[in-house]
């Protein structure tokens, strides 16, 4: 049996209380004998900078490195709210996505049969949804440079953000983009804002000559930004794979949540590229969810959206599509027998705890689902 190191940085809020359940599904894959997983525990966000002074101090980030791939909780709250800029909770994570290379970031949403009344969209527009939006994590405005307030002296100050894409970075998540649509319902839609911005007309002009030269197979459109958030509430299964900068794809990557019926439903995989000598590649798999500063500490997040972010670990890190499977098919079915954390509850008369989703999970998984 295969031993994987997995770097664990359960963050803040209910990352903790998210992270718990999903070890148990972790000792689950070890017992049964898929795989072995030796797991370190690291600090990430508000807690290591109560600890460090840094939102991730250098040896988590050289275990980071070192890992076949991270296991990550979520960052941030009020608490934090006054520490410097540069040492804010969400830092830490966005320095793990720039230095690990992490430039594609897959977010499934699909919507479970039992969960399709927990929307705030009617049946019909979201049962049976599965599209994958696929956002581009280590470009755009999150990074470009000058990034800073300036003050004009004249009492008004300027504050700055920079959006820029290269043509190698469009290319690159463009073919993570067309290569996941040849294994899924072959479409992509790429979006950008080419009216207004040069980096969407640069966008679309790279993705349209790779889709010619190397993808012709796989269908292509093109869909403006806003309209895009429009049809995604209007009618989701329209879509297939939706490929988009970091900015869009963090806000339409949330719209999408609500569509599956809850944030804490929402897994995700941040990818580099595989190396060519290893086959490896490294990894960051997280909810798309953050801390949740409201419900925790009380111990009804629900851990869904964690334990199907290892899914997607087994499923892209280690060759283990069928163990993935495995983990989809438990949580569908703890889903079809109506257990609900509050955050989907929908129409349901109870609801159960974290630890209770988290142990149903890890016994449908015992029982073969
Ligand atoms: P959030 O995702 O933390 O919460 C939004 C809403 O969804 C809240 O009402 C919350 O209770 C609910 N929710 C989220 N996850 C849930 C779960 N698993 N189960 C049940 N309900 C859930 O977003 P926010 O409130 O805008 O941000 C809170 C903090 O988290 C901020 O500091 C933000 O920067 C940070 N954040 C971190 C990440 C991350 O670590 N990846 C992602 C988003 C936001
Ligand atoms: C996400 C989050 C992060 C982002 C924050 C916490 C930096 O919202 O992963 O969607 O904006 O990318
Ligand atoms: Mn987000």
């Known amino acids: 049996m295969a031993t994987h190191k ?12 998210v992270s718990t359940e999903l070890l148990k599904v972790v000792a689950f894959m070890g017992e049964a004998g898929v795989a072995q997983f030796e797991i370190e525990k690291g600090l990430v966000g508000g807690v290591a900078y109560d600890t460090h002074g840094q939102s991730i101090s250098e040896a988590d980030m050289t275990l980071a490195k070192e890992a076949d791939a991270v296991m990550f909780g979520a960052v941030g709250g009020p608490k934090w709210d006054a520490v410097p800029y540069d040492a804010r909770p969400e830092a830490g994570l966005l320095r793990l996505r ?18 399709a009344d927990a929307s705030s969209l ?10 994958m939006i696929l956002r581009e994590l280590t470009g755009g405005v999150y990074f470009g440079e000058p990034k800073q307030i300036i003050d ?16 190698f970075e469009i290319e690159r998540i463009g073919r993570v983009a067309f290569e ?63 490929v988009t900068d970091n900015l869009f794809g963090d806000m339409l990557s949330d719209v999408a949540a609500m569509l599956t019926g809850s944030l804490g439903m929402l897994p995700s995989a941040s990818l580099g590229e595989v190396n060519a000598k290893t086959g490896k590649r ?26 199907g972010s290892f899914g997607m670990a087994l499923r892209y890190s280690f060759g ?42 890890v016994a449908a998984l015992r029982k073969g689902a």
């Open 152 to 167: 004009l002296g004249n009492g008004q100050k300027r504050g700055i953000d920079t959006q820029i894409y290269d043509t």
């Open 282 to 307: 490294k990894a960051l798999y997280e909810p798309v969810h953050g801390s949740a500063p409201d419900i925790a500490g009380k111990g009804v997040a629900n851990p869904i959206a964690m334990i």
């Open 6 to 17: 997995l770097l664990l940085l359960p963050g803040d809020g209910i990352g903790p209380e």
């Open 122 to 131: 009617k049946r019909e527009i979201v049962e049976d949804l599965d599209i």
């Open 320 to 361: 283990l599509a069928d163990a993935a499977d495995m983990i989809e098919k438990a949580i569908s079915s703890v889903l079809d027998q109506g257990l609900r954390t509050p955050d989907i509850k929908g129409a349901a008369t109870s609801t159960v705890s974290t630890v209770e989703m988290g142990d149903a999970i």
């Open 180 to 242: 996941l649509a040849r294994k899924r319902r072959n479409k992509v839609t790429s979006s950008e804002k080419r009216n207004v911005m040069k980096s969407g007309v640069l966008w679309n002009e790279v993705i349209t000559a790779l889709h010619k030269r190397e993808y012709p197979d796989v269908t292509l459109e093109h869909q403006l930004a806003d309209s895009l958030g429009m049809q995604l509430v209007r009618w989701p299964k329209q879509f297939d794979v939706i």
């Open 98 to 115: 720039k230095d690990l290379d992490l430039f594609a970031n897959l977010r499934p949403a699909i919507c479970y049969p039992a969960l």
